[in-house]
């Protein structure tokens, strides 16, 4: 265990380097730095693949799971994990690693001027590519029922398409109902009259995360093109957002964003240098972004405690406006094309329309020139809108260019998750409404750090919710969380 402990940390440390670079490739680096950037990218993968495969791992790996019973609940759980990320980098022949990321690095620049152009023909050859060798990727890691399990279990462990499809199944025709009864442009939008000045945003957002518990003196906070939050080390969290002068959305994205680095800041110390210092799993992490973003962040007793120091801040923009006149902007129905804008009724329903498609590519009933077609029938479908073009609509998201297929369910599982945690919360605090009302974020902070944040990845995810809500991902309690919120 402790020679696997050494190993661990080692590779722990350099996936932190790793980290750093990308951050600083986000948020700081010049114009011409990228090329040389670049390489280093490429040394570093190399480096850490080559630590991963090593037999020497698998070894170590294999003598502590014989040892298995006299293991205490952590060192289980850090063998699991490495075994599980052992296998993931040994399945796959390094000559298929190589072509994959040549395959994406040569997608991504196709697929951004395609956007731009309005030319889903320039990157369909590129995308056919892509799903194949992604159907290749899912036999290579192999899977018990359809392929599209091995794509899932990579950033949902356990997941597959059997439950998402279940789950699916259970909102569809609820959220087309709820929206259908909220109607479309229910609220107002969330144009401000004044343009804000980006450096009061700026002041605005640090409060914010201060006040739901973000610790400065263990992370930052700085500008980049897409909002994003990493892990440099227990000790060093980076969140990130950006600011448009004309819109709001800063305080949701420094909630979300908050949010993600909450979980991770709140982590065990017992953990720190191993696999297991990290949230769990992607849907999971969304739940708890989510969760301070949506749940907590968009409801009337958080803005009771936070629209006075709102107006202060900003006297141009919400002087004069009531607290009511707020909440209805923050909360608008708009049903649309674009998934990152999407309010909470209809965004799972992006999410829906995804998953068919790309389960659809995979199983080969979808070609992809017919994709655009299928992309706008559904969105006619399922949303009631019509596509202008494959920009707003097929080409919208990055996931598909980067090879990240079963990526889109994990925001989906967030979402529930997020609502049937917060359900176990307010069991516990039955005066949920007063504890935010009052700001008393560190009790909610608290709670969640005992049953989620502490543990990392100890607990494969399902597991994990089980412990901390009694039961499976059940839909019911989005759905009735939306249901009291919107009707
Ligand atoms: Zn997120």
Redesign the pocket.
């Known amino acids: 265990m402790e020679n696997l402990r050494t190993l661990a940390a080692e590779l722990c440390d350099l996936h932190h380097v790793m980290a750093l670079m990308q951050w600083d490739q986000e948020v700081m680096l010049p114009v011409r730095g990228s090329a040389e950037r670049a390489q280093q990218f490429a040394t570093m993968s190399g480096i850490i693949h080559r630590k991963e495969v090593d037999p020497a791992l698998g070894e170590l790996i294999s003598k502590a799971e014989f040892r298995g019973d006299s293991l205490s609940v952590i060192d289980l759980a850090l063998v699991r994990k490495m075994r599980r990320n052992f296998d993931q980098s040994t399945k796959l022949p390094e000559e298929f690693v190589v072509e994959f990321s040549t395959l994406t690095s040569q997608a991504l620049p196709v697929w951004v001027a395609a956007r731009k152009n309005n030319d889903f023909a320039s990157f369909a050859p590129l995308l056919t590519k892509m799903v194949a060798m992604s159907r290749q990727q899912a036999d290579y890691l192999g899977y018990e029922e359809e392929p599209y399990d091995a794509l899932l279990d990579l950033y949902e462990e356990g997941l597959t398409a059997a439950r998402v499809r279940e789950c699916f199944d259970a909102l569809r025709e609820p959220l087309r109902k709820m929206i259908a009864q909220v109607g479309s442009g229910h609220g107002g939008d969330d144009g401000v009259g004044e343009p804000f000045i980006v450096e009061e945003q700026i002041r605005f957002a640090d409060q914010l995360l201060a006040k739901i518990g973000f610790d400065f003196e263990r992370g930052r906070q700085d500008r980049s093109a897409h909002p994003f ?1 990493t892990g440099l080390g227990g000790c060093d969290q980076r969140v990130t957002n950006r600011y448009n002068p004309q819109s709001i959305e800063f305080i949701f994205s420094a909630l ?2 908050g ?2 680095a909450l979980y991770e800041q709140n982590v065990g110390v017992d953990l720190a240098r191993t696999p297991l210092a990290s949230g769990v799993s992607l849907g999971i ?2 739940s708890q ?2 969760l301070w973003e949506n749940i907590i962040g968009r409801s009337a007793p958080f803005w009771q405690h936070c629209f006075s120091s709102l107006r202060e801040s900003f006297p141009a923009q919400f002087g004069n406006l009531a607290l009511g006149d707020f909440m209805k902007i923050i909360n608008g129905v708009h049903p649309g094309l674009i998934r990152v804008e999407a309010d909470e009724l209809s965004y799972n329903l992006h999410v829906l329309i995804r998953f068919e498609l790309e389960t659809a590519l995979l199983d080969g009933s979808l070609q992809v020139a017919d994709l655009p077609a299928a992309w706008n029938e559904r969105y006619r479908d399922y949303l009631g809108v019509t596509v202008p073009s494959d920009s707003d609509g097929v080409l919208q998201d990055i996931h598909w260019a980067h090879g990240s297929f079963g990526y889109f369910p994990t ?1 989906t599982i ?1 979402n529930l998750a997020s609502a049937q945690i917060w359900h176990a919360y307010c069991l516990f605090d039955l005066d949920h409404e007063a504890t935010i009302a009052h700001g008393d974020f560190g009790k909610i902070r608290q709670w969640l750090s005992q049953q989620i944040y502490q543990h990392g990845s100890v607990y494969p995810p399902h597991e994990l919710l089980l412990r901390v809500t009694g039961e499976e991902l059940n839909p019911d309690y989005f759905l009735r969380y939306l249901e009291k919120k919107f009707l």
């Open positions: 939050s979300h964003e949010g993600h992490h969304e972004s989510r925001y967030g």
